[in-house]
Structures are given as structure tokens and as C-alpha cells.
Nanobody, 117 residues
Framework: QVQVVESGGGLVQPGGSLRLSCAASGSIFSRYAMAWYRQAPGKQRELVADISSADNTYYTDSAKGRFTISRDNAKNTVYLQMNSLKPEDTAVYYC???????????WGQGTQVTVSS
């Protein structure tokens, strides 16, 4: 069982920045594929960005140029640096871990990000 815990959400003004953190348990964290998703009220959960075990990254159009996903395998942590935040970025942000070989998926409980003046 992999435990996934997000942190770093909060209230920020438009144009501001936040850094989300996601800590995942396990001795083979470096081999996990990790991703950030978000879910706004009344909408489906959507992918924001992901990072492979080889540090290959992917961003959706809404995240490109503003968000950066990274990982620190020594700390079993993945980050999402969010800059130039917009009100439409308001959502609960979830972290997903996918284990190698079995491909089991683990989700965190989410962290709220609110962009408002």
C-alpha cells in the first residue's frame, strides 16, 4: 500500500504563485510515475501534469508555460510549481502515484487551491 499526501494549497491572488508538494511512501518511489490532477466544482477530474520515473514531463495546455512538475527522489516527493495563477485554476488538486510492474494507482486526499482577489 502506498500512502500519498498532498500539501501546499491555499488562497492566492490572481497572478500569484503556489508550490504544491506530494509525498508518497515506499522504497521504490524513484520508479513511480507521478501526476497532478485537479477537479473544479461541478467538473470532472482532469490531468494537469505528469512526470515519469525517467523525469520525462507532460503538461496539458492549461499548464504549459505556467506550471512546472518536478520530483525529488531522495525525499519521496513530487512538486507542482504554479505561477501566474488564474481564477480558473481554482480546484482541488490531487496527486497520483502509479507503481511499476503492477501499475497500481494510488491517490492522495487532495489539497484546495483557490485563486481569488
Amino acid at each position: 500500500q502506498v500512502q500519498v499526501v498532498e500539501s501546499g494549497g491555499g488562497l492566492v491572488q490572481p497572478g500569484g504563485s503556489l508550490r504544491l508538494s506530494c509525498a508518497a511512501s515506499g522504497s521504490i518511489f524513484s520508479r513511480y510515475a507521478m501526476a497532478w490532477y485537479r477537479q473544479a466544482p461541478g467538473k470532472q477530474r482532469e490531468l494537469v501534469a505528469d512526470i515519469s520515473s525517467a523525469d520525462n514531463t507532460y503538461y496539458t495546455d492549461s499548464a504549459k508555460g505556467r506550471f512546472t512538475i518536478s520530483r525529488d527522489n531522495a525525499k519521496n516527493t513530487v512538486y507542482l510549481q504554479m505561477n501566474s495563477l488564474k481564477p480558473e485554476d481554482t480546484a482541488v488538486y490531487y496527486c497520483k502515484a502509479v507503481t511499476p510492474n503492477t501499475g497500481r494507482v494510488y491517490w492522495g486526499q487532495g489539497t484546495q487551491v483557490t485563486v481569488s482577489s
